[in-house]
């Protein structure tokens, strides 16, 4: 299992799956630890249907966070292609917000832990979830002047009802209010308009996108006019159509290759903004990490300009690496020599 830490949270996806994937070996271990006290208090609380059915969902959750941050992470992807991934990503926990999905992801663990444990039973701690919370009653002050009548609690049948109320619905609505809030607003505006730009939607939505993505860059000599003019005559035009534009990157290189971009500079404008766009802000992240791996104890008194060099080329490394090491010595033998003899 990896050390949990605050910036990286897919340590936490990787150790849910440890957990998941090795519960019987875990729960054997601690079984023969039991005499300790930590030891019989974590396979108290694991053996609950509340505990691995969360440990079962969350699992689920994150391994497709995880799998569309590692693809938003990778160093050749576009906001095309970012928005795409963000889209397919809601659009999947959408669908599991549905009381079939619940159901599969509950007979998960039951059928887990009835394997594992001898005597458990779905709804033996059904009387603990339900002394979790302790129902509200409305002041006395209020009784005269607020109808009760929609403040009483949805009956509770069983420990499955009680998950899927308190624990499944709440953290899939966190996650959609979450990528809806991050995805909203001008950044939708920006991530519609940038997937226009890939020529392959003919709709009239795709010129209003590129029109309000337009707006947002007219202080950048780009007129929304031209741009929305040029947009409607580059869709028909051949070189463009006729081949598969996947990228950003692919399309403004069809762009320069063919001299579009003196036929539509608008357009071109647009599109080098957008190609130039970061899609995150991982690879600056990256200099911070390096900064407490090459700043160790030993070199603590280096001075400005070596500490960056040094953070420059661990970061750099790939180009780093195909550089021989011959050819550094012998073009720093070459150089004059400033020090004084």
């Not at 150790?15 to 023969?32: G, Q």
């Not at 995880?66 to 970012?82: I, P, R």
Request: aromatic share 6%; hydrophobic share 40%; glycine share 4%.
């Amino acid at each position: 299992m990896q050390t949990l830490c605050n910036t990286r949270w897919s340590a936490r996806a990787d150790n849910l799956e440890v957990v998941v994937n090795c519960l019987p070996a875990i729960v054997e271990a601690l079984t023969i630890l039991r005499k300790d006290v930590e030891g019989n208090g974590l396979l108290h609380a694991m053996n609950k249907l509340e505990f691995v059915f969360g440990v079962n969902t969350l699992h689920t959750i994150l391994k497709y966070c995880k799998s569309a941050s590692a693809y938003l992470q990778t160093e050749d992807l576009d906001l095309g292609a970012a928005s795409t991934a963000v889209a397919d990503l809601t659009a999947k926990f959408s669908d599991m917000r549905s009381d079939d999905q619940c159901r599969q992801l509950y007979n998960t663990p039951v059928q887990q832990m009835s394997t594992t444990f001898d005597d458990f039973s779905p709804d033996a701690d059904m009387d603990t979830l339900s002394r979790t919370k302790r129902c509200r009653k409305v002041p006395a002050r209020l009784q005269d002047s607020i109808s009760d009548q929609y403040l009483a609690e949805t009956p509770v049948s069983g420990a499955y009802d009680k998950l899927r109320v308190d624990f499944y619905f709440p953290v899939l609505d966190l996650i959609l209010g979450s990528l809806r809030e991050r995805f909203e607003g001008r950044n939708k505006v920006i991530m519609d308009g940038v997937a226009a730009l890939q020529f392959d939607n003919n709709s009239a939505s795709s010129v209003e996108a590129v029109q309000k993505f337009a707006a947002l860059y007219s202080h950048c000599g780009v007129s929304i006019a031209e741009c929305s003019t040029q947009f409607e005559l580059a869709k028909h035009n051949t070189v463009l159509t006729d081949r598969s534009l996947k990228t950003l990157r692919t399309a403004w290189e069809m762009f320069c290759e063919h001299k579009l971009t003196l036929v539509y500079d608008h357009l071109a404008k647009l599109l080098k903004i957008a190609v130039t766009l970061p899609v995150t802000s991982a690879s600056a992240e990256r200099v911070h990490s390096k900064l407490k791996m090459v700043k160790t104890a030993l070199r603590s008194t280096s001075a400005n300009d070596r500490m960056s060099d040094l953070i420059q080329i661990d970061v750099e490394r790939d180009i780093a690496d195909g550089m021989g090491l011959g050819e550094l010595v012998s073009e720093f033998a070459l150089k004059p020599r400033k020090l004084l003899l």
